[in-house]
């Protein structure tokens, strides 16, 4: 099934959601997940980055939260591409953030690929660099 363009803008939401929101207490980040994610999302470290899990459903969507940005602060996404690719929604994006009380700047590229359904981010699979996440998406075509 097609992604359409309203699809695509609801993941760019996401993204500019998450830049812009405090997310320090359970209650954004479960408010933050209800906005975006389907009830059910399922969540996968398809490149076991960084640690090999997989997650489904907001209890999930809290627990990847926690072990992914929890020993970060000032994270935040730049979208360096966002469109359909096969079936999904593709995002290559540059992360950056800081270890909590330090100062030094970490930087990392990511692709996510995501799965819609009724409007919403039903699944996403998290790839270190760009080109497996590009890969895997067309292969969905």
Do not use: C
Request: no cysteine; proline share 4%.
């Amino acid at each position: 099934m097609a992604v359409s363009d309203k699809d695509v803008e609801h993941v760019r939401g996401a993204f500019e959601s998450f830049n812009t929101t405090a997310r320090e207490d359970e209650a954004s980040i479960r408010a933050h997940h209800a906005r975006w994610y389907d009830p059910d999302v399922e969540i996968v470290n398809a490149d076991d980055w960084p640690i090999p899990a997989s997650y489904r459903g907001t209890e999930g969507y809290v627990r990847w939260y926690r072990e992914n940005y929890g020993p970060y602060e000032d994270v935040r996404y730049a979208v360096d591409f966002l469109d359909a690719v096969g079936d999904r929604v593709v995002a290559l994006v540059t992360i950056t953030g800081r270890p909590r009380g330090e100062e030094t700047e970490l930087e990392v590229q990511l692709g996510l690929v995501y799965g819609m359904r009724g409007g919403r981010i039903a699944r996403v699979e998290l790839y270190l660099g760009h080109e497996r996440a590009l890969r895997a998406a067309q292969a969905t075509a």
